[in-house]
């Protein structure tokens, strides 16, 4: 069975730095990856995805993610944070081999502080 | 063009009650999931349709039942409400297999139900 694991709750970073938010994943076949943003009382919202090719992948606002198969990894980056990026954060998985389209497995979420 | 729509955006109800939540996916969209999300849980996926098909269901009780009608609208269904019910329903829907875009998920703002 896939699964996803997020191993911090929060992560705070001050504006114009560097931010990572982690992600490992285990699923049996070649993972489809995704990254999703929840910002309060809203639903998610997608920043990007890995299906195949390049282990860089460049999303919307500036985020990417590096795809790492060695390590099972699947982290999000941006340069600079912004102060707007603020929210929860998550990290999910899709094995392409279960039946099913839109089962995604999602990892427990990182809450992103940018202070100003 | 309009995004997936949720309807209500919040309810109370009682135990032992049932509750029916809807859901109209973005136009074009034929394939739509139901996920809850919950503090303790995350996000966990319910089930997920495509043509009025069930193609996949999550590991919850038989008191949570979904459909899908023809014009790819969908409803979720609670019976016989417990108190750990209370969550935020999420739906997403997204184009069909094999279609440019098909992986993405489209998620609403979600219903907000509270369990008494």
């Known amino acids: 069975a896939q699964s996803v694991a997020q191993p911090e709750d929060q992560v705070n970073v001050a504006e114009g730095n560097p931010l990572t938010v982690k992600c490992t994943y285990s699923?049996?076949?070649?993972?489809?990856l995704f990254w999703y943003v929840q910002y309060p009382n809203r639903g998610l919202q997608f920043l990007l995805k890995?299906?195949?090719?390049?282990?860089l992948v460049k999303g919307s606002y500036g985020f990417e993610a590096e795809f790492n198969k060695s390590q099972t990894s699947f982290h999000l980056k941006k340069p600079s944070a912004l102060v707007s990026d603020s929210a929860l954060y998550f990290c999910?998985?899709?094995?392409?081999?279960?039946?099913?389209?839109?089962?995604?497995?999602f990892g427990t979420g990182t809450r992103l502080l940018v202070s100003p | 063009k309009a995004g997936v729509t949720q309807t209500p955006r919040y309810l109370i109800k009682t135990r032992g009650q049932q509750v029916t939540l809807s859901c109209s996916p973005i136009?074009?969209?034929?394939?739509v999931s139901w996920y809850q999300q919950t503090p303790g849980q995350g996000l966990q996926f319910l089930f997920e349709?495509?043509?009025?098909?069930?193609?996949n269901k999550g590991n919850f009780p038989g008191r949570f039942s979904g459909r899908q009608f023809s014009n790819s609208r969908s409803e979720m269904n609670v019976s016989t409400l417990e108190l750990g019910d209370s969550a935020l329903y999420l739906c997403?829907?997204?184009?069909?297999?094999?279609?440019?875009?098909?992986?993405?998920?489209?998620f609403g703002a979600g219903s907000r139900l509270t369990v008494l």
């Open positions: 136009s074009g969209h034929r394939s």
């Open positions: 890995y299906i195949t090719g390049d282990n």
């Open positions: 997403a829907s997204s184009l069909a297999a094999r279609q440019v875009g098909a992986n993405v998920l489209t």
């Open positions: 699923v049996s076949g070649n993972p489809y």
């Open positions: 999910a998985v899709r094995d392409p081999l279960n039946t099913g389209f839109q089962k995604l497995v």
């Open positions: 349709y495509f043509s009025e098909t069930q193609r």
